[in-house]
Every structure is written in C-alpha cells, then in structure tokens.
T-cell receptor, first 113, second 114 residues
Framework: EPEVTQTPSHQVTQMGQEVILRCVPI?????FYWYRQILGQKVEFLVS????????KSEIFDDQFSVERPDGSNFTLKIRSTKLEDSAMYFC???????????FGPGTRLTVL | AQSVTQPDIHITVSEGASLELRCNYS??????LFWYVQSPGQGLQLLLK??????LVQGIKGFEAEFKRSQSSFNLRKPSVHWSDAAEYFC????????????FGGGTRLMVKP
C-alpha cells in the first residue's frame, strides 16, 4: 500500500540554524500539507500546497517557514532560523483531490537546542 | 472557524470492556469527520471517516463511529477493547473545500488494564 514517507525521523539543531524537513507524498496525490505537534499538545495545521503554490496557511506559518516541491516527488518544509519553540513533531500529509482522506507520514521529530 | 473538542483527556478501560470516546465539533455546514490513532512515537493512522451517507461508519480494528448532526458529535466506539488499542486517539474535522485543512481535537489517551 502506498504511504507517505518523511526524512529524517529525528533532527537535532541549534537555535538560529536552518532546517529542511523532507516528505515524499503518495505518488498520484496533488495536495500536500504540513502539520506540527508540540509535545503533549494537539496536532496543528501549518500549510497546504497545491499546484505549486500555498492554498492555506495558519498563523503559525510565518516568514520563517517556507514550503517547496522541488521535483516531482519531494515536498519540503524549511525553517530559516529555528527557535526553541519550533521543537515539535512535524507531519506531512497528502491527498488526491483535496477533499478526501489525508494520509500522514510517520513524522520528523525536530529538537532545537 | 471550525473546532473540535474531545472532553476526555485520559480514559482507562479493562481489556474486553466496551469503549466510547467522545468528540464534538463546531462547523457551519456538514463537515468531513475523521478519527486517527497515534501509538507512542508513531504517526497518525486513519481509523475511519465520515463524508456523507450512512451516519454509522465502520473502520479498521473493529472501531465504529456515529455522526449525530443534532448533537454535533462523532463518537468513536468499540465493543471489546484489546490491550493493543492503548494509544492516543484524535478526532478531526475537515472543511468541504479543496485543499482543506484538518482541525484536530486535543486527543484522548486510552489506557487498557489487563
């Protein structure tokens, strides 16, 4: 069964450093998402992406964040200058039509020191 | 704006007992509704979903949920819980527009006593 994959599974970085989290969505899907889950808190929407542009973004998704689909398979989330409060599990999701089930990847745990 | 409330943060049940996890949502129209399960250190696995039609939906692992429009609820049930069901359960609501974001509840952590 096709699945969403994410790399790395765990990333440790110093405050102020740039990080790129990578996702490979399910191959025929067209809509892509990033969510995050701070430890012990609810899963929060960050951004949705379709046709090479952002469809929606939350208040969390400020100028420090950016997303890109650099090729036909990868979908990336970049944080330009990480802060301690960016420490969280980041989930990628994808869906085909944008109104059906979102399939989630296993997540990348980001730790900012 | 859409929102989801899961009133129970923790629930403990005995193995073999029945289970009901509560979920209430707020949305202006008929939403898409989902239940996801997250085992420790793992990602989110879809248990079941409601889009339209029959308000009682069946999912994987013997779970079911019932959409009750009048109560704005989508409670998850299982008749007999297994120890492997111990996990965190998230209810989510999605808007009916393309590219819609999911709004998650705070989650219910299920513990299963032997």
């Amino acid at each position: 069964e096709p699945e969403v994959t994410q790399t790395p599974s765990h990333q440790v970085t110093q405050m102020g450093q740039e990080v790129i989290l990578r996702c490979v969505p399910i191959s025929n899907h067209l809509y892509f998402y990033w969510y995050r889950q701070i430890l012990g808190q609810k899963v929060e929407f960050l951004v949705s992406f379709y046709n090479n542009e952002i469809s929606e973004k939350s208040e969390i998704f400020d100028d420090q964040f950016s997303v890109e689909r650099p090729d036909g398979s990868n979908f990336t989330l970049k944080i330009r200058s990480t802060k301690l409060e960016d420490s969280a599990m980041y989930f990628c999701a994808s869906t085909w039509t944008g109104t059906d089930t979102q399939y989630f990847g296993p997540g990348t745990r980001l730790t900012v020191l | 704006a859409q929102s989801v409330t899961q009133p129970d943060i923790h629930i403990t049940v005995s193995e073999g007992a029945s289970l009901e996890l509560r979920c209430n949502y707020s949305y202006g129209a008929t939403p898409y509704l989902f239940w996801y399960v997250q085992s420790p250190g793992q990602g989110l696995q879809l248990l079941l979903k409601y889009f339209s039609g029959d308000t009682l939906v069946q999912g994987i692992k013997g779970f079911e949920a019932e959409f009750k429009r009048s109560q704005s609820s989508f409670n998850l049930r299982k008749p007999s819980v297994h120890w492997s069901d111990a996990a965190e359960y998230f209810c989510a609501v999605g808007a009916r527009n393309a590219g819609n974001m999911l709004t998650f509840g705070g989650g219910t952590r299920l513990m299963v006593k032997p």
